[in-house]
Structures are given as structure tokens and as C-alpha cells.
């Protein structure tokens, strides 16, 4: 799906706002976007014993994502993230992270977000809503979606491509991940950002 030709000439701020206004017609049907994963990152901070932050990243996960830009309501996502491919630039710390303390990744291996609403807040702005699963345990989560830029790309002009940044913050001991807490931070703030265009 091409953005339609008359939101291409109008500036970033208003394009969510027109596509918004058009989902009133009730006619669009949200299609499937796939994810530039060369331009996606999923990364995150914790707070280390009020000294320092550390910041960390997951390497591996895929997105099943159905969005449609004149109905964001409409947009349905599940994120699924490989809990082993955690990376915090130092072995040990990452070997601990895999452990039984943490991620526990040889009985949990994934980390799922599956959106169950999304809300927008204003002209480029979202909330997503859904249910995190860490280490088993499922929990309901908010997280607050940003959209940068929607148009064709300067490199294909038959491609279009819509960036997202997503923030939010996670208390991990509500999924039972307690080890050093609360010395080692619990309330750990995220960031996804990532690209994506209509399938096919």
C-alpha cells in the first residue's frame, strides 16, 4: 500500500493527522508491513547501584506487524524477541542475564509483545497496548509509539517506508526477575525503533 499521493505534500507533523481523519470512512482494512530488521533496534537501560547505567540490547527478533496508515487503530502487532541474544557488551554479565536469575532462556528462549489496542494521542503520536510475556509470566504493558516520518523512499520511490520510535518502561520484578533488586535497577526503560513497509 503506497501513502496516498496528497499526504506526500503535506509536512511530517499533519500526516498522521489526515490519516486519522479519513478512518472516519471505515473502509480501510489493516494489510501486513514487514520490518527493515537493518534498521530496527531493541534496546534498553538499568539503573547499576545509582553509580552508573548500563545499557544493553537484544540482537535477534522478528515482527509480525498488520497496520494501516488510514486507521492506526486498526494496527495489530506481535513482537517476538530471542531472550539468549541479549547483549550488554560484557560476556559475563550476558552469561548471567541467560541464567536462571534473570531470562532464564533454555526454559523461556522468547520474549512476546502482542498488542491488544492501539490508541492515538495525537497527530503523530500512539499509545500500544498489550501483554508482555517475560520468563512465563504475562503482563499487561503500555508502551508510547512516535511516528518520525511515513513517505516514499529516497532510494525507490515505489517503496514506502514508515519509522517508529517506541519507548516505554518495564518493572521486571512484576515477571519474578527479583535477583539484586532493588541495588540493581527494576524499573528498566525501553526504546524499539524501526522501520517498516507494506509486504510484497
Known amino acids: 500500500m503506497r501513502l496516498p499521493s496528497f499526504a506526500r505534500s503535506i509536512s511530517r507533523p499533519l500526516i498522521l493527522s489526515a490519516i486519522?481523519?479519513?478512518?472516519?470512512?471505515?473502509?480501510?482494512?489493516?494489510?501486513?508491513?514487514?520490518?527493515?530488521?537493518?534498521?530496527?533496534?531493541?534496546?534498553?537501560?538499568?539503573?547499576?547501584?545509582?553509580?552508573?547505567?548500563?545499557?544493553?540490547?537484544?540482537?535477534?527478533f522478528d515482527a509480525q506487524i498488520d497496520f494501516d496508515p488510514d486507521a492506526v487503530?486498526?494496527?495489530?502487532?506481535?513482537?517476538?524477541?530471542?531472550?539468549?541474544s541479549v547483549?550488554?557488551?560484557?560476556?559475563?554479565?550476558?552469561?548471567?542475564?541467560?541464567?536462571?536469575?534473570?531470562?532464564?532462556?533454555?526454559?523461556?528462549?522468547?520474549?512476546v509483545f502482542e498488542s491488544t489496542s492501539v490508541t492515538p494521542t495525537g497527530a503523530d503520536t500512539a499509545t500500544v497496548t498489550g501483554n508482555l510475556t517475560i520468563v512465563g509470566q504475562t503482563r499487561p504493558v503500555s508502551l508510547d509509539a512516535k511516528l518520525n516520518n511515513m513517505g516514499p523512499s529516497p532510494f525507490d520511490a515505489a517503496k514506502t517506508i514508515a519509522g517508529f520510535t517506541v519507548t516505554g518502561e518495564i518493572d521486571r520484578t512484576e515477571f519474578g526477575m527479583t535477583f539484586a533488586a532493588p541495588a540493581v535497577g527494576?524499573?528498566?526503560?525501553?526504546?524499539i525503533d524501526l522501520e517498516i513497509s507494506p509486504a510484497g
Open 73 to 84: 487503530e486498526k494496527t495489530r502487532l506481535r513482537f517476538t524477541i530471542d531472550a539468549a
Open 186 to 191: 527494576t524499573v528498566i526503560p525501553i526504546r
Open 20 to 60: 486519522l481523519s479519513s478512518a472516519a470512512l471505515g473502509q480501510a482494512v489493516a494489510a501486513p508491513y514487514v520490518m527493515d530488521k537493518s534498521h530496527a533496534h531493541v534496546t534498553f537501560m538499568v539503573d547499576h547501584l545509582g553509580f552508573s547505567t548500563t545499557h544493553g540490547k537484544f540482537r535477534n
Open 87 to 111: 547483549d550488554t557488551a560484557w560476556d559475563a554479565r550476558d552469561t548471567h542475564l541467560r541464567s536462571k536469575d534473570f531470562f532464564n532462556v533454555q526454559k523461556f528462549p522468547e520474549i
